[in-house]
């Protein structure tokens, strides 16, 4: 039977079932970092020795696989439940840090 657009075949692996060679692959990855950590900090220093900056973006390019990315979040509220901040029980250190940094997110957009 000829592959109908619209209709779904039982071919292939069911969707959201891991792919088994990029599972592997990432298995080996993962071996790979596992085995290699004591000799990463002596790598990154021989890259520092020449080029300091290509050692920062190698140790941030590293940090990806330890620490999540974190998602820019909006808080919004609707026509029925406004959202209310109560910004009275704020100190003035915290509100001064809150507005320089919404004046610096300003410039931004």
């Not at 002596?42 to 020795?49: D, F, M, P």
């Not at 509100?95 to 410039?107: F, M, Q, R, T």
């Amino acid at each position: 039977m000829p592959f109908e657009k619209g209709h779904k075949h039982a071919t292939g692996r069911p969707k959201g079932s891991p792919n088994k060679k990029t599972q592997d692959i990432r298995n080996a990855y993962k071996k790979f970092i596992e085995d290699n950590v004591p000799q990463f900090q002596e790598w990154i220093e021989q890259v520092a020795e020449k080029n300091p900056a290509k050692a920062l973006e190698l140790v941030s390019n590293l940090s990806d696989f330890v620490l999540p990315k974190l998602a820019r979040t909006e808080v919004v509220g609707d026509e029925e439940q406004p959202l209310n901040i109560d910004l009275t029980k704020l100190d003035d250190d915290t509100l001064n840090a809150i507005s320089k940094a919404i004046n610096e997110g300003e410039g931004k957009s």
